[in-house]
């Protein structure tokens, strides 16, 4: 490991290949999907970079997709990383009720759709999320699939953004 301060897309930019990939394995669990976007570097801009990375997301297969949701822990469950732990946040002290319809409604939806259950929670609180939950309910497999994809994108948009935020993290060599 070492420490990479970093200045934005510029420093992204000059990573090697293999840091790039880890850094964006990060931001969503395919391999696929990091590799194809860290092999496309450089980016001239943030835009460019996100607007890639939501290009590569639409032509993930679906197994691709598979791997990308196995780095989602599920809605409620105690967070490993630091970026699902802060997107999560608005889960953290919710009533016990709703903690447990959110478990019990998890459930129901891996049996239904075969997935884990993705939304950009991004700090909303969990009464919402399980509004959300109960709505997706609804849908049939394909839809829900569409929707999912489009909600990973908004994960990885939001994931890739802070990425890009001057800060100091630090990386597999």
Same mark, same amino acid.
């Given at each position: ?32 999907? +990091?590799?194809?976007?860290?092999? $496309? ?6 835009? $460019?970079?996100?607007? *890639?990375?939501?290009?590569?997301? +639409? ?20 967070? %490993? ?12 002290? +919710?009533? $016990? ?11 129901? *939806? ?6 884990? *259950?993705?939304?950009? $929670? ?19 497999? %394909? ?26 993290? *630090?990386?597999? %060599?």
């Amino acid at each position: 490991m070492r420490r990479v301060d970093w200045r934005g897309l510029s420093s992204f930019n000059e990573l090697s290949e293999r840091q790039a990939i880890s850094t964006l394995y990060e931001c969503c669990s395919s391999s696929i999907w +990091a590799l194809r976007v860290a092999r $496309a570097r450089p980016f001239t801009d943030d835009d $460019a970079l996100l607007d *890639y990375a939501d290009l590569i997301l +639409a032509e993930l297969t679906e197994s691709d997709l598979d791997e990308a949701l196995s780095g989602h822990p599920r809605i409620g469950d105690r967070a %490993d990383n630091p970026s699902s732990q802060r997107e999560q946040s608005g889960v953290v002290g +919710a009533e $016990a009720a709703v903690l447990s319809e959110l478990k019990e409604l998890n459930a129901a *939806y891996e049996e239904r759709f075969g997935h884990v *259950y993705l939304v950009f $929670a991004n700090g909303r609180p969990a009464a919402e999320l399980l509004g959300i939950l109960k709505e997706r309910m609804r849908n049939d497999p %394909d839809t829900e699939r569409r929707v999912m994809r489009m909600e990973l994108g908004k994960i990885n948009r939001s994931r890739l953004t802070r990425m890009l935020t001057p800060a100091v993290e *630090y990386v597999d %060599d």
